[in-house]
């Protein structure tokens, strides 16, 4: 595999975990505007004025699945168009030293397919049914029990607040996981419609704390379509977030794996060193790093390491070099990071 192809995926997978995360936060915003709807109607939470109450939860929460839904789906679809762009800029460069022009050829998603992978998981539906439990009947009928009970403002807002805790960390994770599922889905068919031309998947994983040990173990595990004996097929191929469908493709929730195609080059066949675990190309990635913002950077390292570098440096804006030993060919693990941290308070300098 080219370097530089393993670098371009691996600031690709970064771009798309930075865009799952503002598409999550911004559906968490949704609900924290939901919730100071709430708040605000509590306070009128007293039986003299408890119908205002109900009819301000009433006028603020009634489109509030809608507006909810709505979003993600918009991220989703945007997300796919996003995805198969990039997809191709991935492996257009190793494409046409293969055989020219064919990475022109990888054509636009079928409009069918993307809304199939969008909705395929059922995300709407599970969205819905955590958002009824925030329905402005029962947050209304809440309140009153609240009034009639004497409850404080306070008390009929702790009464209240698990529930929009459910809604809001459900919403995330949606927001979150489902942009990973359309990205890495979009993606794997554009390099599908390659056909032969890829001949396996290689999947990676971002090596930190916050890692799966059994995700961390098939790190560089490679997944051929005409697997040999002893070789992974295609039915043990893993789909970010998803497990393989020898896994019974369940969901890995937060999972921050990806795939890297393997080019076929017509020339010569492929080696074992091809597949082997490809170093990244350093002038690429740090040139990539310069305009990164750092969204992007902290999913490209993991968020450990970013904040034990951002540790290390303090005011100093952390460099691409920071964190890849080129020695060793490889990120900087955080053990080694908090190594150096240890060194230098031992030795009275930084924080």
Known sequence: MNPRTAARQYARQASALARAEVFADAAETIVQQAWRAVLD?????????????????????????DQLIHFITGALFHTADWSHATAIGVVTAELRAVQEGKADMIPAPDPALVRQIVYRSGWSERLRAQTALGHPSRIAEKISRGIQAGKTHQEIAEDLLPIFDGIRSTARRVARDETMHTANAIQWQAWESLGELVYAYQVRAILDGGTRPEHRKRDKAVFYKE?????????????????????????????????VPLVKDNRRQPKAADVGGPSLDDRLMQAWWADADWRERRAAVGAERYGLVRRLKGRERPQWSDFFDAGRDRLKTPGEIRATLASLARAGIGS
């Open 41 to 65: 109607a509590i306070a009128f939470a007293h039986p003299v004025v408890g119908h205002i109450a109900t009819a301000k939860v009433h006028n603020a929460l009634t489109d509030f699945p």
């Open 227 to 259: 697997p040999k004996a002893g070789q992974n097929g295609l039915d043990d191929c893993p789909h970010p977030p998803r497990e393989s469908e020898a896994d019974g493709s369940v969901w890995a929730y937060g999972c921050r794996c990806w795939l």
